[in-house]
Nanobody, 114 residues
Framework: QVQLVESGGGLVQPGGSLRLSCAAS????????VGWYRQAPGKERELVAT??????NYANSVKGRFSISRDNAKNSVYLQMNSLKPEDTAVYYC?????????WGKGTLVTVSS
């Protein structure tokens, strides 16, 4: 069983940047995909970005602003978020797995507000 722990959330002004990190308790090198989802208050959880061994995929709403990366040697996943907007406010969840998104973190809150 792999535990995922997110960090890096917080309060940021519109136009600002944050970098989220996800630390896994075990190896993620066998994970075919890892990713980030988010859930805003009163809304469904939605995909933000995923990355396989070679290909990254982004929600249209974050393309050009967010960048996902993974470091298998450090068992970590990252989400660089730039040009943040109030509508990016949500709890961000790290996820990953070998056959699907089998493992989930508990989330980190990102609040974009002036």
């Amino acid at each position: 069983q792999v535990q995922l722990v997110e960090s890096g959330g917080g309060l940021v002004q519109p136009g600002g940047s944050l970098r989220l990190s996800c630390a896994a308790s075990g190896s993620i090198s066998s994970f075919n995909a890892v990713g980030w989802y988010r859930q805003a208050p009163g809304k469904e959880r939605e995909l933000v970005a995923t990355i396989t061994r070679t290909l990254a995929n982004y929600a249209n709403s974050v393309k050009g602003r967010f960048s996902i990366s993974r470091d298998n040697a450090k068992n970590s996943v990252y989400l660089q978020m730039n040009s943040l907007k109030p509508e990016d406010t949500a709890v961000y969840y790290c996820t990953g797995g070998k056959y699907g998104m089998d493992y989930w973190g508990k989330g980190t809150l990102v609040t974009v507000s002036s």
